[in-house]
């Protein structure tokens, strides 16, 4: 975990990772904290790059965890 808090610079990118992955979507994690869905976007692409991989594959209306996105929403998400 020690690896995972020296890469990433913003505590804000993962919890509106954290809410995308448990809502299973962008739209859905703006609602609820109250920022638009492109914001929500721009954090997660800046999470992304911080960690040098995708977390999500984007669809038509919809996003799905990759593995890697899935092994970070486990270790966020306790």
Do not use: D, W
């Not at 609820?32 to 960690?51: D, F, N, P």
Request: hydrophobic share 50%.
């Amino acid at each position: 975990m020690t690896t995972l808090r020296r890469s990433i610079s913003s505590i804000s990118a993962l919890a509106t990772f954290e809410a995308a992955a448990r809502l299973g979507g962008f739209t859905l994690a703006a609602e609820e904290l109250g920022v638009t869905q492109a914001a929500v976007s721009r954090q997660i692409k800046l999470l992304e790059r911080e960690l040098n991989t995708p977390l999500f594959l984007r669809a038509h209306r919809r996003v799905i965890l990759t593995p890697a996105g899935e092994a970070l929403a486990e270790a966020v998400g306790g």
